[in-house]
């Protein structure tokens, strides 16, 4: 049975009068929501410490939370905690080095192990369902407010695609249950986060239009920059695009492959059975075993990763 260090955690927080809380870059529901939600968790506990949130914009997911300002001199004898982020280069805002101790809560395969106190769970569902495990496993020490129970619940109905993934636990079932006592309405924020835009919306019929699906069931698509100078879109608009190839019958695994200004591609992974988050870590990436992403330096790259991801669908298929 795995030990986790809430203890320790707590009793770290408690002689810090200054807390400044990460993530990672291009943030995700999951990310905001659990940094936001330690942030409200410890502001309710703690009212007499300082306690921020740092890292780069938040793109159209500012519904839940914005970052705070934090200045270099904050970073002095401060504790710094770094949420949802499996590696030091994604960590949003580099300042996370400048602070006296480091923390590391994360659901990511630990491959890199940054931090002098780690809490990795690759069980839980989501980087917010840790956190909820962390107030529930501290209660005489914290207080869960309103505001905390909406940014957790929101990161985790992110990262279990509303409850579709099988990441979803009865127990992640239970923290959910816990959290809608807290007095948010959920069905606001599931349609604010189930909310697209019409560009986004225009987007998804092209990739409805020119996603190519192999025999084994693998499925591509490219969105180059012309793609997305033609849409009106950056990059973080089409995050909410790629559980789009799942939905189609047939396809097991799929990429959805984003130039980069500077020309490379960033790679959004999925599947629905075989594991590849061992192809995302060879092609400079991670994640989970049917989530992942990676890293293209031109198509021929892409070719590798699809022609990588073909063999785990025959070896699959053939079971």
Known sequence: MTVFPYKEIIETIKKYDTIIVHRHMNPDPDALGSQGGLVELLKSSFPEKKISKAGGPVGDLDFLTTMDEVKDEDYKQALVIVTDTANTPRISDERYQLGSKLIKIDHHPNDDKYGDIQLVNIHASS??????????????????????????????????????????????????????????????????????????????????????????????????????????????????????????????????????????????????????????????????PLASGANAKDTKDIDQIVKELTELAEEWLNK
């Open 127 to 288: 980087c917010s369902e840790i956190i909820a495990d962390f107030y529930l496993e501290n209660q005489e020490d914290l207080i869960l407010s309103k505001e905390a129970a909406r940014l957790l619940y929101a990161g985790i109905v992110g990262d279990t695609g509303r409850f579709l993934y099988p990441s979803t636990t009865s127990h992640t079932m239970n923290i959910v249950a816990k959290l809608m006592e807290y007095g948010f309405v959920p069905s606001e924020i599931n349609n604010q986060m189930n909310s697209i835009s019409p560009k986004v919306a225009k987007l998804t019929g092209y990739i409805l239009q020119n996603l190519t699906i192999s025999k084994v069931g693998v499925a591509k698509v490219i969105l180059t920059q012309d793609i997305l100078k033609q849409f009106e879109l950056t990059d973080t608009e089409t995050a909410s695009i790629v559980s789009i190839p799942g939905t189609i019958e047939g396809v097991l695994t799929w990429g959805i492959f984003v130039e980069q200004p500077e020309g490379h591609y960033r790679c959004r992974l999925r599947s629905k059975g075989p594991i590849i988050n061992e192809v995302a870590k060879r092609h400079y990436g991670g994640g989970h």
